[in-house]
């Protein structure tokens, strides 16, 4: 019923910038807080950022100062801009939304399907 798409991931230079995109869509009442997440080769998925409804913010440690999440609630749209990248962020990074949806007002958490950010020279 809620779909979540990702894009805006590819091949960035050390140092460079990256700006990714989420874009939820379907028969959504209301988006409480959105994020990413990311998992590199090896290791298990890890919390990056996180927007409430209420507009705060959290950051993993490794990101604070480099990254920034926000989001367009007319377009029920999350975004992570990332600055300063590393060889380390090298990941591919998960929206997730928490959506109460229309049919039965529930409230579920939904993923998208990921986009790959290489950080490489």
């Known amino acids: 019923q809620v779909q979540l798409v990702e894009s805006g991931g590819g091949l960035v230079q050390p140092g460079g910038s990256r700006k990714l995109s989420c874009a939820a869509s379907?028969?959504?009442?209301?988006?409480?807080?959105m994020g990413w997440y990311r998992q590199a080769p090896g290791k298990e998925r890890e919390l990056v950022a996180v927007?409430?409804?209420?507009?705060?913010?959290n950051y993993a440690d490794a990101v604070k100062g480099r990254f920034t999440v926000s989001r367009d609630n007319a377009k029920n749209t999350v975004y992570l801009q990332m600055n300063s990248l590393k060889p380390e962020d090298t990941a591919v990074y998960y929206c997730?939304?928490?959506?109460?949806?229309?049919?039965?007002?529930?409230?579920?958490?939904?993923w998208g399907q990921g986009t790959q950010v290489t950080v490489s020279s």
């Open positions: 997730n939304a928490n959506v109460q949806i229309a049919i039965s007002r529930a409230v579920y958490d939904y």
């Open positions: 927007i409430t409804g209420a507009g705060s913010t």
């Open positions: 379907g028969s959504i009442i209301r988006i409480n807080a």
